[in-house]
């Protein structure tokens, strides 16, 4: 593993820092706000300066560059404040599905759109009881003359309410084993039959949705890959998800470390010896968690494929989050209560720490990740 830019990618870091400084105010105390017009400009920026599907091949209007340089996007614009591209899903998920399993026609109708942020994509996999269990998914494909008809539910699907199309996971073949019979679609989200409802989290948020699909029409081309070969095809998805996403997370979290700093100062308890103590072990897991992420990112560079890695440093990330953002409201004692323009960090760590309860649910929960881990990095026996 060597953790030195090469050449190129020094020359890259330097230029993309250079990029957000124009673009982007000096780092705030507190989570900035985007709104959906501030987040559809910031989207066409990052496709005109070249920053959007970095790894995609040149013949998909991508950059054709190594995972290493999205890395490096990740974590600059992460330092920088930066929101993510309003099509995350669609340039980090979709995209990459659809250059692997889509048909030419797909590709020449989606990508371009996908790249320019033009075509939002949503993810519909997980289910009420569906989440972690993919393959349990229960939502019906009935073929029909020129296509099929979907019925059934999907939750947890960010962005479903601004996306006009979603990367559906549906089971085609009801009597065959859960793992086949899967079929992928891109459903279009404006289609008659397609209901979509917001759901508010603890921290006041609406990323999150559920989808209601009641004989919506899919037409078959758009159908991904091959009919009943939904599973392999849902898999390629999620390993694309999980390529840099860590970088991104330790970055973030980097930011948030350094607002609990500033914090400590504020309160006067930078010299509680049990204080600095918790720090120091927030700061000893968060370079854990750097580490390992440049270690996946070697993986990733080698095999082409993410390895044990990443849910290692989801589940880790997920839990050292939780206790940042309670560390910070405990420092702030009574007045972490409050909210608004006149509080304490205008309410951040309230709202940190709140929406950080969904972080050992959300991209895989830490009860299946630990058996993960378990199974594919400690070799122990398979535990259902």
Aim: proline share 5%.
């Amino acid at each position: 593993m060597d953790l030195r830019d090469s050449p190129q990618e020094a020359s890259f870091r330097d230029s993309l820092r250079g990029w957000l400084r124009t673009r982007l105010p000096e780092s705030q105390a507190t989570e900035r706000q985007w709104s959906l017009d501030e987040l559809r400009s910031w989207s066409k920026e990052l496709h005109e300066a070249g920053y959007a599907g970095l790894t995609w091949p040149a013949a998909y209007g991508g950059r054709g560059l190594s995972p290493s340089y999205q890395a490096i996007f990740a974590e600059e614009s992460a330092l920088a404040g930066a929101p993510d591209h309003l099509n995350v899903i669609g340039m980090n998920m979709v995209g990459p599905t659809l250059i692997a399993h889509g048909t030419a026609e797909q590709q020449a109708r989606f990508l371009p759109g996908i790249l320019s942020g033009d075509i939002l994509f949503c993810q519909g996999f997980s289910e009420p009881d569906a989440g972690s269990d993919l393959a349990s998914v229960r939502t019906r494909a009935t073929p029909t003359g020129d296509g099929y008809e979907v019925s059934g539910e999907k939750v947890w699907s960010s962005y479903a309410h601004l996306a006009d199309y979603c990367l559906l996971l549906a089971r085609t073949g009801p009597s065959e084993p859960k793992h086949q019979g899967l079929t992928c679609f891109i459903l279009d989200m404006r289609a008659p039959g397609v209901q979509i409802s917001p759901l508010r989290q603890l921290s006041g948020d609406s990323d999150f949705n559920q989808i209601i699909l009641e004989q919506a029409a899919i037409p078959a081309e758009n159908v991904v890959g091959q009919a009943g070969a939904g599973w392999g095809v849902a898999l390629s998805t999620l390993a694309h998800e999980r390529g840099t996403f860590g970088i991104t997370l330790t970055a973030r979290l980097t930011v948030q470390f350094q607002r609990l700093l500033r914090t400590v100062r504020e309160t006067g308890k930078q010299h509680d010896p049990l204080v600095r103590r918790e720090i120091a072990e927030l700061y000893a897991r968060l370079q854990g968690l750097r580490y390992t992420g440049y270690r996946a990112l070697s993986a990733l560079a080698a095999t082409g494929q993410p390895g044990a890695e990443s849910s290692v440093l989801k589940l880790e990330w997920s839990l050292a989050h939780q206790r940042l953002c309670t560390l910070a409201l405990r420092l702030l004692g009574p007045a972490a209560a409050l909210d608004g323009e006149d509080s304490p960090w205008q309410g951040h760590w309230q709202r940190m720490r709140l929406r950080s309860r969904a972080n050992t649910i959300e991209g895989g929960t830490s009860e299946i990740l630990r058996g993960i881990i378990a199974e594919r990095v400690l070799g122990l026996p398979r535990s259902r």
